[in-house]
């Protein structure tokens, strides 16, 4: 018999992602997601055991309208579901410096939500709305809302990690510094290895590739991450989607000042046209490049660009490790899914003794063991992310 489950609502930018779990047995009932908010025909995917449900939602629909749909939806046609819901997990993007564990919400915590936006513009707003509609629908359950910030699994980098070289000011005055992201998923990887590995995190040290349409890669020793790619703002680091990730900086200046091409502009082509859409010239989604490796020239390069970027990565964070490292991960749509692109790594990173056995990185998907390496190597694992899931048992700690 079903008992408390918890609704997980992650907010993003331009989506809307929501689950129900049972976060004791480990089972989700209800998931979906809303695409192309803000833009022409939005739809909505719900899947209930193993049911897709679609639908299109009016032009520009917002958040508001998406998760008022969503959330009505649920409550007419899945009520066993809906009223069984007994906590809310929100995936928050940005909790800023001060924010550094999951919460239970109250008036505080929606202060430093909002006051940590000024990193995050397109996405804490989100998570507030999201907030604000669980209040509307569970009024009952208003202290049963939960935060667990993507920023907070890195709160324990050092400074020597977190800092820029840009004068100091910039970081005690206006907090300009490393934070982080995909903290959730990169601890997800954690709890999960800890398992696999049989090692207590205290001792656990890994290098975690998080490779979706947003890249990261996080070095963790002793089961605290201690260095990760992406910085201020998500757009530092590993190429990405349609972000360029690490550039000199001076290319901005240069674009400003001998281009004429004005900020807002800037901002827009480094974070929404560069990446495997930038150097393509056709799609942001790896499967293009994957597919066109051969035939294409721009495809090849995306991909061969992406793989050299993450395998300088994985070179300089094992220097961090202090002559321990457990396994190199791979996890996300593309760390997940890529043969090619985990193979084409690897291969960079024989002189730090891993060695990919080409079988089990092909088969990985249907043997649903988890390691890909050879006998003579280090560990290298897939994991699927579960980061919704993560969310619900972290919400479950707090309320029940
Ligand atoms: P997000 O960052 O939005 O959560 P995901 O982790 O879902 O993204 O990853 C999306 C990415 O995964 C897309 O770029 C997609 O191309 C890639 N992907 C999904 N399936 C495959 C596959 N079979 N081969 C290569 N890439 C894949």
Redesign the pocket.
């Known amino acids: 018999m079903l008992k408390k489950l918890i609704l997980v609502l992650n907010c ?1 930018s331009s ?1 809307l992602k929501f689950s129900i779990i049972d976060p004791i047995l480990k089972k989700t009932f209800v998931f979906g997601c809303v695409e192309c908010l803000f833009l022409i025909n939005p739809i909505v995917n719900i899947n209930v055991n193993s049911k897709n449900y679609k639908k299109i939602l009016p032009n520009y629909s917002d958040h508001h309208n998406a998760l008022n749909f969503v959330l009505n939806f649920i409550k007419k046609n899945f009520h066993n579901y809906y009223s069984k819901i007994y906590g809310i997990g929100h995936r928050v993007v940005h909790g800023g410096e001060n924010l550094n564990k999951s919460s239970i919400i109250n008036h505080n915590i929606i202060k430093k939500i909002k006051k940590a936006s000024i990193f995050a513009p397109l996405h804490n707003p989100s998570n507030l709305i999201g907030i604000q509609i669980s209040y509307k629908f569970f009024p009952h359950l208003k202290f049963k809302n939960v935060a667990v910030f993507d920023t907070s699994f890195h709160s324990s980098l050092p400074k020597s990690s977190y800092l820029y070289a840009i004068p100091y000011k910039f970081y005690k005055k206006y907090k300009i510094r490393r934070y982080g992201a995909h903290g959730i998923s990169h601890n997800y990887i954690v709890k999960k290895s800890q398992k696999i590995l049989k090692k207590n995190k205290s001792s656990l040290n890994l290098i975690s590739c ?6 990261s890669i996080t070095a963790i020793r002793n089961g605290k991450s201690i260095d990760t790619s992406m910085g201020l703002t998500p757009l530092e680091g590993l190429v ?2 349609t972000r360029s990730g690490d550039l000199d900086p001076a290319i901005i200046f240069f674009m400003y000042k001998k281009l004429g091409i004005k900020l807002d502009d800037i901002e827009e082509i480094l974070t929404k046209k560069s990446g ?1 859409l930038g150097l393509t010239e056709k ?8 597919k066109n490796y051969k035939n294409n020239k721009k495809a090849k390069l995306s991909i061969d660009i992406f793989c050299h970027r993450l395998a300088k990565y994985i070179s300089a964070y094992s220097s961090l490790m202090k002559g321990r490292l457990d396994a190199l991960i791979f ?11 985990r193979k084409s790594v690897v291969s960079k990173l024989e002189l730090i003794g891993f060695f990919i056995d080409k079988k089990l990185n092909i088969s990985i998907k249907k043997n649903k063991n988890y390691f890909i390496n050879k006998k003579n190597s280090r560990n290298i694992l897939v994991i699927p ?1 579960k ?1 919704e899931l993560f969310i619900a048992i972290e919400t479950k700690k707090l309320i029940y």
């Open positions: 993003g989506s998080h490779l979706g349409n947003g890249s990405m989607g495997l799609s942001s989604d790896c499967r293009y490049s994957e996890t996300g749509g593309i760390g997940e899914n890529s043969s090619l692109i992310t980061e």
